[in-house]
């Protein structure tokens, strides 16, 4: 069966730090992974997806940004955090090919103080 | 660009009871998904169910089932008998088919408390 993990749960760093997020997935190959962000009491909001290795697409242009290294490695970075920045992340991935659902991760807690 | 509306933000309902959730949606797009995710307090989202919009038949999985009414562009959940495990913010969202972004957007989402 597939997992996905991401670490770490949950993160404080400064504002002006950098940062790094990782997700893998476990238990298939070539998924579409994605990074959500829910801010305080929203509903989540792409930021990136990834069909590939080494391909990434961006929603939304903020000072974060994504890679993906590996075929079930995603992460998500930034040289210098804002207070705006801090949120639930959340990673998800898609069978490449077939059904449309997307599986979540447990998530990341961030908070930029 | 699609729009997803979830007009109840909070709502509370019996243990037992059956409780329905509602979603509009906005799209000018003829083929898409629809799903409903659950967020519980450990704020992992878990697939509720999914409904694809060439299908006619209202999707169920267990105590949970939707109406999807096209035309109206609406998709409810109701759930069944429902139990304290049910408790979490409920989530609809939309997805336009469209090869390798299959993007999800979400609606604000619905806070669902059942008392014991």
């Known amino acids: 069966s597939q997992t996905i993990h991401q670490w770490p749960a949950t993160l404080v760093q400064p504002v002006g730090s950098p940062l790094s997020l990782e997700c893998t997935v476990e238990?298939?190959?070539?998924?579409?992974l994605y990074w959500y962000r829910q801010a305080a009491g929203r509903g989540l909001q792409l930021l990136f997806y990834s069909v590939g290795i080494g391909q990434i697409s961006s929603e939304v242009p903020q000072n974060l940004s994504a890679s993906r290294p590996q075929d079930r490695q995603f992460i998500l970075s930034s040289k210098k955090l804002l207070l705006s920045d801090s949120g639930f992340y959340l990673c998800a991935w898609k069978s490449p090919g077939g059904t449309y659902e997307q599986y979540f991760g447990p998530g990341t807690r961030l908070t930029v103080t | 660009a699609q729009t997803v509306t979830q007009s109840q933000p909070e709502m509370s309902v019996q243990e037992a009871e059956t409780v329905t959730l509602s979603c509009t949606y906005d799209t000018s797009e003829s083929n898409y998904y629809l799903f409903w995710y659950k967020q519980p307090p450990s704020r992992q989202m878990i697939l509720v169910i999914r409904q694809e919009a060439y299908k006619q038949q209202n999707a169920t999985e267990n105590r949970f089932s939707v109406n999807f009414q096209k035309a109206a562009k609406s998709f409810s959940l109701k759930i069944s008998d429902s139990q304290l495990g049910d408790t979490a913010m409920y989530f609809c969202a939309f997805m336009k088919l469209y090869f390798g972004n299959e993007k999800l957007t979400f609606g604000t989402g619905t806070r669902l408390t059942i008392i014991p």
């Open positions: 238990g298939t190959s070539n998924p579409n």
